[in-house]
């Protein structure tokens, strides 16, 4: 009488249900903080390479490498002369999250007490 093997899965499996869950994805943004650009930049490239069927991956660490663009973006436009802000609005209006961190900053220099809500009490344009 013959063994049986075990049954080979058809379908590969969800690495969504062990692997890459929340909290691994948590944990990696957490992790991404203190990796230098260039290597997030290579981590991105290796994931959509080796996993493309799980973008949000890579999508977290390319939420991390925006969000120090706009840093970058916002300690340049504190440093610079209120001409030069108006210049980088002028350059970058055309890009919505460039655009309020500029109209922000001018607001600020403007001595407003309440920034410009520009939602509409929609809230972010970010949706989930």
Do not use: C
Not at 74 to 82: I, Q, T
């Amino acid at each position: 009488m013959m063994s049986e093997s075990p049954a080979v899965p058809t379908e590969p499996e969800d690495l969504r249900e062990y692997y890459i869950t929340p909290d691994y994805l948590a944990q990696m943004r957490r992790r991404a903080r203190e990796w230098t650009d260039e290597f997030l930049q290579l981590q991105m490239s290796y994931f959509r390479r080796t996993i493309p069927e799980y973008p949000e991956v890579a999508e977290a660490l390319e939420g991390e490498l925006y969000a120090r663009t706009l840093n970058r973006l916002h300690r340049a436009a504190r440093s610079r002369s209120l001409v030069e802000v108006k210049a980088m609005l002028k350059k970058y209006g055309a890009q919505p999250d460039y655009r309020e961190i500029l109209e922000a900053e001018l607001e600020i220099r403007s001595g407003v007490r309440r920034l410009t809500d520009r939602t509409d009490g929609r809230g972010s344009r970010i949706s989930e």
